[in-house]
């Protein structure tokens, strides 16, 4: 445990003099700075008033930009260090794979969430300001489902870096994979399902499996609880799960998906070639 600990200090540090973290911040500091200097927590629109409307606003962009910004930063860690050349200083050290690995995706977790973190606490603080009524259920659901989305991502990309021979590769299969997760968005390719005459039920089963959309829907569930916007399919997804439910699920399938991933990818990291 000390020495996991250590490497997630490590590779938090690493991750702070990285040029990635600084644009990261600065990405999801200056959307917040620009949702609240556009009065959003002020105006009222359908029904949705104050912060509300701004945390929606929030992880409606945040689905767009954090999925493929982790997947293109995470699968550097494996195989970069590989091409460094660091196994070998590492391996001189005295470090377990295991407490290397998985201390890489503790630290990774740790500074990918802070700063969104510290952009829901201040959206809090400035509805508190601003006087508007806090919606405290509404901010910690959206809180543990951003945490589900980044260990998601963070698994995938862990496991997409253990795969991989180099960064190019490893890239270019991060952003293969965010295509095919944002193709599936929407039923853009279940159209194609639906006109080959597959059951609407499997059909909804196929969009959930998408973690995005699960992450999306429930983020939509939030403010809309009859999903009036999904249509029909909104009666096979309340039906089968039910509202609490679905959200459970929101926030369970993404993190499983991740942690498999990221002991797939440790699996396949520990009975691989170092060099």
Do not use: H
Not at 66 to 75: E, N, Q, S
Not at 140 to 149: E, G
Not at 168 to 177: E, H, K, P, T
């Amino acid at each position: 445990m000390n020495q996991l600990l250590r490497m997630a200090r490590a590779d938090m540090a690493e991750s702070l003099r990285a040029r990635w973290f600084f644009v990261y911040t600065v990405v999801f500091g200056g959307i917040m700075v620009g949702l609240f200097a556009s009065g959003l927590t002020e105006s009222r629109i359908m029904g949705f008033t104050g912060l509300s409307r701004l945390l929606v606003t929030y992880i409606q962009i945040t689905l767009a930009i954090l999925p493929i910004f982790m997947l293109i930063t995470t699968v550097r860690s494996v195989v970069g260090d590989r091409e460094a050349g660091i196994y070998e200083y590492m391996l001189s050290l005295p470090v377990s794979l295991n407490a290397w690995y998985w201390g890489k995706l503790l630290g990774r977790f740790i500074i990918v969430y802070l700063p969104v973190m510290v952009a829901m606490l201040l959206a809090v603080a400035w509805g508190a300001f601003k006087g508007v009524a806090i919606p405290w259920g509404q901010v910690l659901l959206y809180t543990a489902l951003l945490a589900a989305l980044i260990c998601c991502f963070l698994g995938i990309g862990m496991l997409i870096s253990t795969l991989a021979r180099s960064t190019d590769v490893a890239q270019g299969a991060a952003f293969l994979i965010w295509l095919f997760l944002l193709l599936f968005l929407d039923l853009i390719l279940l159209g194609v399902l639906i006109q080959e005459g597959l059951p609407a039920e499997m059909v909804v089963t196929i969009a959930l499996a998408n973690p995005l959309q699960a992450f999306r829907t429930a983020a939509m569930l939030l403010l809309d609880p009859q999903l009036v916007l999904l249509g029909p399919s909104a009666y096979l997804i309340l039906d089968l799960f039910g509202r609490t439910g679905y959200l459970v699920w929101a926030v369970f399938y993404p993190s499983t998906l991740g942690l498999l991933g990221a002991a797939t990818g440790y699996w396949i990291f520990r009975r691989g070639d170092l060099s």
